[in-house]
């Protein structure tokens, strides 16, 4: 069994149903829920939830059968520190993209596989963590 990292990009076509993605992030959580279950941690649930007022209408909405919670592993936080890092002394902007980061790491960590639309940084920062994204998996 394989659990699957969801990435706020793929949440938010599902919850916010972007037309342009829906199809294939819909089809694509179909597919790995077969497979294991789909996880958020808080660094995903903050993002998703920018657009809410109310916490407990956003709760009710991720919280779902499809979805679990995981809380961010502190070794994954390290291993995010180290990944910006790299990424700040190759030129990338200060205060842009950490999320990412974390992200990443709790994945790589967890040996979890990432569901994203932006795959670019995930592979380039942390390059053994199974991606599927509309590249690779259309």
């Known amino acids: 069994m394989t659990s699957t990292l969801i990435d706020t990009n793929v949440l938010l076509d599902i919850v916010e149903k972007r037309e342009n993605w829906l199809a294939w992030s819909e089809a694509s959580v179909r597919r790995l ?71 990443g790491a709790h994945a790589a960590v967890k040996r979890y596989r990432l569901l994203t639309r932006d795959a670019l940084r995930f592979r380039t920062y942390f390059p053994e963590i199974d991606i599927v994204a509309p590249d690779t998996h259309p």
Do not use: C
């Open 33 to 103: 829920l077969k497979e294991g279950p789909i996880v958020i941690n808080p660094v995903i649930y903050a993002e998703a939830s920018v657009p809410y007022i109310d916490e407990a209408e956003f709760a009710a909405i991720v919280d779902t059968v499809w979805l679990r919670r995981e809380d961010l592993p502190w070794n994954a936080a390290f291993r995010a520190g180290k990944a910006f890092l790299q990424y700040r002394k190759k030129g990338g902007e200060k205060g842009r993209n950490l999320p990412d980061f974390f992200i």
